[in-house]
């Protein structure tokens, strides 16, 4: 299984939205809808921000969505905040409902 | 509240075992619908899940380290454990213990312990 591609980097400015995109293959994303997305500040553990593509666990703004369309998945945050800066993980099933596979991450920077 | 500790040594000699513990508190590793992974981090590079075990014994392992990992649990002390043999210099991560969604109609990992930073060198 390889890792998904996610692009290195994205930025914008307080206020903006951003989209981060994650794109597998048909044996991962494109074939499950089990995407997760996960945030990670410096020197800290990830934490789940979506799940299951769409869903967002409790106390994680509704500024974030998340969506899938083929084989590619996305975050998007809305109204951008200074404490949003941080690295974004995807992950998704891979190959089989026992396989797990993350992408290689995005930084994010609030300009 | 839930949380998960990992625990074990830092640095570990090239050609050795890594062993880590992760300490569950506030919920009972048998809890069902819910599996234990380990999933770890190289410095500055991303997240690679290792592998997965339900209460019963049951595990799923990532293909590419199967050969060398094995995970087990105590649920008499709300524990489980990751030994990973033969070791090298690419397995210098900061590892990564939490609680694995696999049951249902969904699938996640949450929450995820602190993290334990292993180092592989002589």
């Known amino acids: 299984q390889s890792a998904l591609t996610q692009p290195r980097s994205v930025s914008g400015s307080p206020g903006q939205s951003v989209t981060i995109s994650c794109t597998g293959t048909s044996s991962d994303i494109g074939g499950y809808n089990f995407v997760s997305w996960y945030q990670q500040h410096p020197g800290t553990a990830p934490k789940l921000m979506i799940y299951?593509?769409?869903k967002r666990p409790s106390g994680v703004p509704d500024r974030f969505s998340g969506s899938k369309s083929g084989n590619t998945a996305s975050l998007t945050i809305s109204g951008l905040q200074a404490e949003d800066e941080a690295d974004y993980y995807c992950c998704s099933n891979a190959g089989s409902y026992t396989a797990w596979v993350f992408g290689g991450g995005t930084k994010l920077t609030v300009l | 509240q839930l949380q998960l500790q990992e625990s074990g040594p830092g640095l570990v000699k090239p050609s050795e075992t890594l062993s880590l513990t992760c300490t569950v508190s506030?919920?009972?590793?048998?809890?069902?619908?819910?599996?234990w992974g380990w999933i770890r981090q190289p410095p500055g590079e991303g997240l690679e899940w290792i592998g997965s075990i339900y209460y019963s014994g049951n595990t799923y392992y990532n293909p590419s380290l199967k050969s060398r990992v094995t995970i087990s649990v105590d649920t008499s002390k709300d524990q489980f454990s990751l030994k990973m043999t033969s070791v090298t210099a690419a397995d210098t991560a900061v590892y990564y213990c939490?609680?694995?969604?696999?049951?249902?109609?969904?699938?996640?990992?949450?929450?995820w312990g602190q993290g334990t930073l292993v180092t592989v060198s002589s």
């Open positions: 506030g919920d009972s590793v048998t809890s069902a619908t819910f599996y």
């Open positions: 299951d593509v769409t």
């Open positions: 939490a609680r694995h969604r696999l049951g249902g109609s969904s699938r996640w990992f949450d929450p």
